[in-house]
């Protein structure tokens, strides 16, 4: 089984400065990855970016980082030089594999983090 | 197309009537993933699809949900009398392989049921 913890309902930052979005996972599959997507309050789902859980570098997209701990079973989300834009709900997912290697393919949701960017 | 596409946006339904919500993957893309979003934060997957066959339905209720993936047309989620607790966006979400580092997320289908 697949959990992901956000403990954050909330967040507020500051434009231009940057924040830090948490994640906690637990899982026993012996591979997998991990993403962050964004859903604004027009309710789509933007992929934001993905960590696997065998890459040796942290995954960067733009203003977007991810902070892997694999030790600490944590992916946090690191946005840099927040925008009002930015203002949105979080989400942290995963997605594992059987010890075939077979993805499942599903993902599975953290409860999301509300990012409130103020001027 | 280069988007999932799901139709409709929104569907109202008395409780008690039937709802069916389609979701056309991108081309190209052979898995298809159904999830419901209630209250704006919990995701709960559903079911997935590869091509036309089942992939993973262990997220689905037993009864009363239903889903088909058919050759040429779009894929569907059919929900047989509806109840309130039905209510939420259902997203649909599509992928060329289960491992993929991306799944694509249609707009969702906002469901009442009043």
């Known amino acids: 089984a697949q959990k992901i913890t956000q403990t954050q309902p909330g967040m507020f930052v500051q434009e231009k400065e940057a924040v830090t979005l948490d994640c906690t996972y637990d899982?026993?599959?012996?591979?997998?990855?991990l993403f962050w997507y964004k859903q604004p309050s027009s309710g789509e789902m933007i992929f934001l970016i993905y960590q696997g859980s065998y890459d040796q570098q942290n995954a960067t997209e733009g203003r977007y980082s991810l902070n892997f701990q694999k030790a600490r079973k944590s992916a946090n989300l690191v946005i840099s030089a927040s925008q009002l834009g930015d203002s949105a709900m979080y989400f942290c997912?995963?997605?594992?594999?059987?010890?075939?290697?077979?993805?499942?393919?599903?993902?599975?949701f953290g409860q999301g983090t509300i990012l409130t960017v103020h001027p | 197309g280069e988007e999932v596409a799901q139709t409709p946006k929104h569907l109202v339904r008395g409780e008690g009537q039937k709802a069916k919500l389609y979701c056309a993957p991108i081309k190209g893309h052979s898995y298809v993933f159904w999830y419901q979003q209630v209250l704006k934060n919990e995701f709960k997957f559903l079911i997935s699809f590869q091509n036309e066959n089942v992939f993973d339905e262990t997220g689905m209720p037993k009864e009363r949900f239903s889903a088909k993936c058919l050759p040429n047309s779009p894929c569907s989620l059919e929900i047989q009398a509806t109840k309130l607790e039905d209510s939420a966006v259902y997203f649909c979400?599509?992928?060329?392989?289960?491992?993929?580092?991306?799944?694509?997320f249609g707009q969702g289908t906002r469901l009442t049921v009043v």
């Open positions: 899982t026993s599959d012996p591979s997998y990855g």
């Open positions: 997912a995963m997605r594992g594999t059987n010890a075939g290697g077979t993805s499942y393919g599903k993902l599975t």
């Open positions: 979400a599509s992928s060329q392989s289960p491992g993929n580092t991306e799944a694509f």
